[in-house]
């Protein structure tokens, strides 16, 4: 029980975009097409996933003091896996994602899961913990570039949805549309969120 | 000349770091509450990214090029940000302690910045000379400094203002860096 529980909590009542706000960088940059928040969600699962697994490992082993020093080279060792893996297979998103792929070193969702959770619980848990974060962003990241591709260019994943009569909103595709519709999306899900907390309280 | 003063002006405006390429969201998220706040922040991100882009410039050509080891450099440039904002932080408080009072807390946040990290990686892509280099970070700074300045002034204001439930906090700080990105936006066809 208390497996799924660690499991299920980054996909929703805790995810890391809309309810702790962490990752909003890579998540406002690279969501012009749902392909690219796909891709970014994954090499975000894979590193998280990989530096949780081996900090748990060694979360005895590591002094204190310099801890956070080691997590980041931790870190910044898969990033670089993760980068040179999509310029081989994947130049091309590759090409798109440009600086926020080697970005994800500094994405505060996997430091602040290696501080937070890797380095004190076991590496069973702590898997659990990284594959739950990591889904939890990537189904955010899926959500808002569904809405900005749909919006700014009528398709998704390159798929025209609607037809020739949808006039593009250019602004979809651009920066000011990533804040609007994070913003918007954000505050849709605190609605639901607080709906059912009244409803848990009256009950 | 001509071509620095552009580099510097469009970082400070349609390139800015927080509403072209959002580096740099949380901090800006976080503490442009306060104008205070805002002030030291952006001060301390000017002054650690300028010299993080020095060190990482020399780094990056005279070592890493040279040696060819530039798979290292997302691994160099973390370590070089870290151990900077670390030795910035110990020499202020010995030297300048009115300076390191008002930036203090603000130091240890600016490591995981992607801001600075940002700057040292745009600059290795763009392949700027050393004076690019250091007009670029200091526009970047500049630029974050302004971004969050004008947000924490409008959020002051926004205390007393009616929002909706549903988007009180972040939901409503984000729909205004909308609007003000695009307003930014405006001034694209200044700058080629």
Known sequence: MKAY??????????????????????????????????????????????????????????????????????????????????????????????????????????????????????????????????????????????????????SILGYQILGKWWTPWLIMSLPPGAFFTLGILMSIINTFANKHKKHRSVA | MKQLLLIFFAMVTTNNFVWHYFLGICPFIGVSNKIDNATGMGFAVTFVMTLATIFCWFIYHLLLVRYNLEFLQYVVFILVIASLVQFVEMYLRKTIPTLYRSLGIFLPLITTNCAILGITLFMVIRDYNFIQSVVFAFGGGVGFTFALLIMAGIRENLDLAPVPESFKGAGITLIIAGILALAFMGLTGLIK
Do not use: H
Request: glycine fraction near 8%; charged fraction near 10%.
């Open chain 1, 5 to 154: 529980r660690e499991f299920i909590k980054g996909i929703w009542q805790s995810n890391p975009v809309f309810k702790i706000l962490l990752g909003l960088c890579p998540t406002l940059a690279v969501t012009t097409q749902v392909q690219n928040g796909i891709a970014m969600g994954l090499a975000v699962l894979f590193v998280l996933v990989c530096s949780s697994f081996i900090i748990s490992v060694f979360r005895k082993q590591i002094p204190p003091q310099v801890r956070i020093a080691v997590f980041i080279v931790f870190i910044a060792t898969f990033v670089t896996l993760a980068d040179y893996f999509l310029k081989a297979q994947f130049p091309q998103i590759s090409k798109q994602l440009g600086p926020y792929v080697p970005l994800i070193v500094v994405n505060c969702i996997i430091l602040g899961r290696a501080e937070a959770f890797a380095s004190k619980n076991s590496i069973f848990y702590s898997l659990l913990d990284a594959i739950g974060m990591g889904l939890g962003f990537t189904l955010a990241l899926v959500m808002l570039s569904s809405v900005r591709e749909l919006l700014g260019s009528g």
